[in-house]
T-cell receptor, first 113, second 113 residues
Framework: AQSVAQPEDQVNVAEGNPLTVKCTYSVSGNPYLFWYVQYPNRGLQFLLKYITGDNLVKGSYGFEAEFNKSQTSFHLKKPSALVSDSALYFCAVRGSGTYKYIFGTGTRLKVLA | EAQVTQNPRYLITVTGKKLTVTCSQNMNHEYMSWYRQDPGLGLRQIYYSMNVEVTDKGDVPEGYKVSRKEKRNFPLILESPSPNQTSLYFC????????????FGSGTRLTVV
C-alpha cells in the first residue's frame, strides 16, 4: 500500500536560515513525488515534483527537494527562509502503476523574524 | 485564467438534507479529484475521475457520490449529510495522469449540524 509520512507537525526556523521539511514514502514501483504549499484560507499550490531524472529538483519560490531512493525520502529544502514562507506544506506520492495519489498529514512551517 | 472553481465557499446545512458542491475547471484536464482536509489527517481522497464517465473510489468514499458527464465538471454529492462530513473540501484537476501536479480549487468549508 502507498503511504507518505511527514514526521514533524511543525518546523520553526529563523529568517535567513536554511530550512528542511521532511517526507518519507512507501510505494510499489517507481514513485512520483510532489510538494504543495497551503496558505491560510487558500487551496493548495503546486511547488515541485520528482518524476524521473536528476535527484535534486527545483521548484517555485526558491524551494528545492532531494529524492533519495535508498532512504525513500523526498525532503523539501530552501537555503534561506523568508517570513512569507510560513505556511502548511504537504508531501504527496503516487505509484507508477496507479492513479491513487496520497498526501501526507502536513507540516506547518513557521519562519521567525 | 486557468483555474478550478468550487462553489459554494462556505455551507452550513442540516443532517440529511441533500447537497451538491460544484467543481469546474477550464484547462481541459482529464483527471479530477475530490479531497477532504481534516486536522491531523491531512488530505484524504474521496473520489477521482480519469475522464468523462470514468470514476473510482478514493480512500474515504462512504457517504459521497460523484459524476463526470462533461470533462470540465465534477460535482460532489452528499445524499444525506451527517455531522462527520463536516470538513474542508477541495476539488483538484490535472492533465496527463497527474505528472504535472494538481491545480486545486479554493475549497468549500462544509458544516453539517
Amino acid at each position: 500500500a502507498q503511504s507518505v509520512a511527514q514526521p514533524e507537525d511543525q518546523v520553526n526556523v529563523a529568517e535567513g536560515n536554511p530550512l528542511t521539511v521532511k517526507c518519507t514514502y512507501s510505494v510499489s514501483g517507481n514513485p512520483y513525488l510532489f510538494w504543495y504549499v497551503q496558505y491560510p484560507n487558500r487551496g493548495l499550490q503546486f511547488l515541485l515534483k520528482y518524476i524521473t531524472g536528476d535527484n535534486l529538483v527545483k521548484g517555485s519560490y526558491g524551494f528545492e527537494a532531494e529524492f533519495n531512493k535508498s532512504q525513500t525520502s523526498f525532503h523539501l529544502k530552501k537555503p534561506s527562509a523568508l517570513v512569507s514562507d510560513s505556511a502548511l506544506y504537504f508531501c504527496a506520492v503516487r505509484g507508477s502503476g496507479t492513479y491513487k495519489y496520497i498526501f501526507g498529514t502536513g507540516t506547518r512551517l513557521k519562519v521567525l523574524a | 485564467e486557468a483555474q478550478v472553481t468550487q462553489n459554494p465557499r462556505y455551507l452550513i446545512t442540516v443532517t440529511g438534507k441533500k447537497l451538491t458542491v460544484t467543481c469546474s475547471q477550464n484547462m481541459n484536464h482529464e483527471y479530477m479529484s475530490w479531497y477532504r482536509q481534516d486536522p491531523g489527517l491531512g488530505l484524504r481522497q474521496i473520489y477521482y475521475s480519469m475522464n468523462v464517465e470514468v470514476t473510482d473510489k478514493g480512500d474515504v468514499p462512504e457517504g459521497y457520490k460523484v459524476s463526470r458527464k462533461e470533462k470540465r465538471n465534477f460535482p460532489l454529492i452528499l445524499e444525506s449529510p451527517s455531522p462527520n462530513q463536516t470538513s474542508l473540501y477541495f476539488c483538484a484537476s490535472s492533465s496527463n495522469g497527474q505528472l504535472y501536479g494538481y491545480t486545486f480549487g479554493s475549497g468549500t468549508r462544509l458544516t453539517v449540524v
